[in-house]
């Protein structure tokens, strides 16, 4: 069982940068792939960004290559998304979710495990 605590969100404007953290429990968080997600408001909630259990082969999704950047520091179970050059469109709430294998993945139905999300908002 792995739970997960995000933190760093929060209201920034636009052109400005957040760093998110995902704190998870466990032994084992280096044998998880880790996933951020996000859901915006009357919209399906959209992969962002992973990255393998060894921290290597990080994935982006297309709207956030260049300005997001994902890293894990398996030595303190924690993953995190470096946001910069944030524009509205980014608001949304952010989830970091486990994948229980070290392979990452941009499906969220092989992300076993979630976080409570953390709301983003970038004003314009």
């Known amino acids: 069982q792995v739970q997960l605590v995000e933190s760093g969100g929060g209201l920034v404007q636009a052109g400005g940068s957040l760093r998110l953290s995902c704190a998870a429990s466990g032994r084992t968080f280096s044998t998880y792939a880790m996933g951020w997600f996000r859901q915006a408001p009357g919209k399906e909630r959209e992969f962002v960004a992973a990255i393998s259990g060894s921290g290597g082969m990080p994935d982006y999704a297309d709207f956030v290559k260049g300005r997001f950047t994902i890293s894990r520091d398996n030595a303190r179970n924690t993953a995190y998304l470096q946001m910069n050059s944030l524009t509205p469109e980014d608001t949304a709430v952010y989830y970091c979710?486990?994948?229980?294998?070290?392979?990452?993945?941009?499906?969220?139905?092989?992300?076993?495990?979630w976080g409570q999300g953390t709301q983003v908002t970038v004003s314009s």
């Open positions: 979710a486990a994948r229980p294998r070290p392979q990452l993945s941009r499906d969220s139905v092989w992300y076993g495990y």
